[in-house]
């Protein structure tokens, strides 16, 4: 595939992701085709890495006109709204955004018989491959042996608790142990709590400063202990991951692929 003739759009091209988004598609040799912003303007570049001013657009269906692949980080209430825009354009979307209700899901799921889509809580390929650790240590470290807790810290001005990616990883050791999250997720503990449930998942939950993200995972049974820590020192890895899930994705057909897909784990 030649990349060169990969044609990005980024939603929210003025955020902090977007920003890197731009930039990190520019090193990658794709081409920046359009941005969306809530009042139409791009905010200037902070260097030349951002390559040469593009199309700005209020409207996601308008920029996944012109655009071979959306990549999105913006804001849950946007989710059905760019399934739907997307989908019905043919552009293939990128799907960064977390904390996706019930309804949000089946957006996405229903956009993904249509188009492609590539949908992680965390594009980093060292949070991928520690999900997909958490899942086989899981299924091989049972519940009534092994204590399972996430411990997750983030910058002070995160709003959601726990994250999407503590989330992801919680979910990926219920997928191991046969159970479903919400049904053994225990993320919230004061007072006189009782004894810890076997198959139970703790999440536990840091904020302070501007650390952008750090997690681990933690198994601990009566004679040891195993743990699994991922950190992330700049935003910009999300941005990497997200671009290489766009390139990778630009040439496959409808489906709902994950960061383990565009690593070659699947």
């Not at 988004?21 to 791009?42: D, F, H, K, Y």
């Not at 799907?95 to 590539?118: F, H, N, P, Y």
Request: glycine content about 10%; overall charge negative.
């Amino acid at each position: 595939m030649n990349t060169k003739t990969v044609r990005i759009g980024i939603a929210g091209i003025n955020g902090r992701v977007g920003r890197l988004l731009r930039e990190e598609v520019v090193a990658a040799g794709a081409i920046v085709a359009g941005g969306s912003t809530r009042n139409g303007i791009m905010e200037p570049a902070s260097s030349d890495a951002a390559g040469p001013a593009c199309p700005i657009f209020t409207s996601i269906a308008d920029l996944a006109k012109v655009c071979d692949v959306v990549i999105d980080f913006t804001n849950v209430a946007t989710v059905r709204m760019h399934a739907q825009a997307l989908a019905q354009a043919g552009t293939a979307w990128v799907l960064g955004t977390t904390g996706l209700g019930e309804e949000d899901q089946a957006a996405v799921d229903a956009a993904a018989q249509r188009i492609a889509v590539v949908q992680a809580a965390n594009f980093s390929p060292g949070v991928t491959l520690m999900t997909r650790l958490a899942r086989q240590m899981a299924a091989a470290l049972p519940g009534s042996e092994y204590d399972a807790e996430i411990l997750e810290m983030h910058h002070r001005q995160k709003v959601d608790a726990p994250s999407g990616t503590a989330l992801a990883i919680g979910n990926a050791v219920a997928d191991g142990r046969g159970i479903v999250l919400k049904d053994h997720m225990e993320a919230a503990r004061d007072g006189h709590t009782g004894p810890r449930a076997d198959d139970a998942i703790g999440f536990a939950v840091l904020r302070g400063g501007q650390i952008v993200g750090e997690h681990s995972v933690i198994f601990t049974s009566a004679n040891e202990q195993i743990s699994l820590t991922h950190r992330s020192f700049n935003r910009r890895i999300y941005a990497t991951g997200a671009v290489r899930a766009a390139q990778w994705i630009e040439t496959r057909g409808p489906g709902l692929y994950s960061m383990e897909n565009v690593l070659g784990l699947e």
